[in-house]
Each structure stands twice: as structure tokens, then as C-alpha cells.
């Protein structure tokens, strides 16, 4: 979306990629980008959690709830660009 609108964009910031739109997006699509942003790091190294690997502290729940955000976040997205 940035770049459709002549917009440079670095980072994997979900959050942070909204808030820069000329067009800020509704506040509870940035809360739920958020949740997304916290699935980026512990999900990807061994040893970002105290104890156990990745796998053991994500389940269908967060996976579910990733999914949803994340296709509201697309949804949005196509809205602006249609």
C-alpha cells in the first residue's frame, strides 16, 4: 500500500507500517497488528523464550487469532487500494 502510493517502506513493523499511512487505519486494526508484531521474533529463534522451543508456546488459539488479524489487516488494505 505504501508503495501504490509513492510511499517508501522499511521494516517488519506491522504496527508501526500502519501509523505511517497518509490515512491512519482504525485503532483497533493497529491493537490488532500489535499481536502480530509479538509473533515475529519468538516464533522464528529457539531461544527467544526462557524455556522451550517455539513450537511449545504457540497453539491453535494464537494461530486462529494470527490468522483472523492478519486477514482484517489485508481486507483493510484492499479496501484502500480498490
Partial sequence: MHLSIGQ???G??????LL???????????EKS???DNFYIPTRYA???????????????QS???IRYAGEIIEFV?????
Fill in 78 to 82: 484492499r479496501l484502500q487500494m480498490a
Fill in 12 to 17: 517488519h513493523v506491522v504496527a508501526r507500517l
Fill in 47 to 61: 531461544y527467544s523464550h526462557p524455556e522451550g522451543a517455539p513450537f511449545q508456546h504457540y497453539g491453535p488459539i
Fill in 20 to 30: 505511517e499511512l497518509p490515512a491512519p487505519p482504525p485503532d483497533d486494526l493497529v
Fill in 64 to 66: 486462529e487469532e494470527g
Fill in 8 to 10: 517508501e517502506a522499511w
Fill in 34 to 36: 500489535k499481536v502480530l
